[in-house]
């Protein structure tokens, strides 16, 4: 074994950058090209794209059994999203299946989430079967679905 490597110098490194410096037109729109292609690599694969190590059956096995936290709504929630969010046969993105939410939450925003279940949406019946739920109610559930953070406004 060696008793010491030479590291690469900066002085090599500049040099070598140096050589392969391109005429400045050029450089500019190499520059483009690179830059077009990190747009297009974004919009095709979003960096922030949660992530969820959990098989689809672990999914649906927590979505089954999950509740808020707030007894309240937990009752609201049980009798009602939960039917059918919890269960895969229904067809409705599961609750706490973060990865289809976010893609809901990125075509529809917040808002849009929130109409779809006043009015219905899909198979699903407006106010997702929640007569008795108030809008605060509506954002607190889709939030909870969605596994996102709970809104602050009236909690
Ligand atoms: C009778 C079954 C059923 C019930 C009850 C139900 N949902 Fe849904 N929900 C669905 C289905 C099915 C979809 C998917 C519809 C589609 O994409 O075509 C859905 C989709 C959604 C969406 C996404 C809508 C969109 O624009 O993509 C939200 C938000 C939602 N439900 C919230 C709720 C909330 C909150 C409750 C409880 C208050 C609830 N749901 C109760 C069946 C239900």
Same mark, same amino acid.
């Given at each position: 074994m060696p008793s010491s490597v030479k590291p690469r110098t900066a002085h090599a490194a500049a040099h070598s950058s140096k050589k392969?410096? +391109? #005429?400045? %037109? +050029?450089?500019?729109? !190499?520059?483009?090209?690179?830059?077009?292609?990190? +747009?297009?690599?974004?919009?095709? =694969?979003? #960096? @922030?794209? #949660?992530?969820?190590?959990?098989?689809?059956?672990?999914?649906?096995? @927590?979505?089954? &059994?999950?509740?808020? @936290? @707030?007894? !309240?709504?937990?009752? %609201?929630? &049980?009798?009602? =999203?939960?039917? =059918?969010?919890?269960?895969?046969?229904?067809?409705a993105p599961l609750s706490g299946d973060v990865k289809a939410w976010a893609k809901r939450l990125e075509w529809r925003g917040k808002e849009g989430l929130l109409q779809s279940t006043l009015n219905g949406f899909g198979a699903m019946p407006p106010l997702g079967l929640c007569p008795d739920c108030s809008v605060e109610d509506f954002k607190k559930l889709i939030a909870f679905l969605a596994n996102q953070p709970q809104p602050d406004a009236g909690s």
């Open positions: 392969t410096a +391109l #005429p400045r %037109k +050029l450089s500019r729109s !190499v520059l483009a090209l690179g830059l077009g292609a990190a +747009l297009m690599g974004l919009t095709a =694969c979003a #960096p @922030d794209e #949660p992530q969820d190590a959990r098989s689809p059956e672990e999914i649906a096995e @927590d979505a089954r &059994a999950r509740l808020p @936290d @707030d007894p !309240v709504l937990a009752e %609201k929630y &049980a009798r009602s =999203c939960m039917t =059918c969010h919890g269960d895969p046969m229904n067809g």
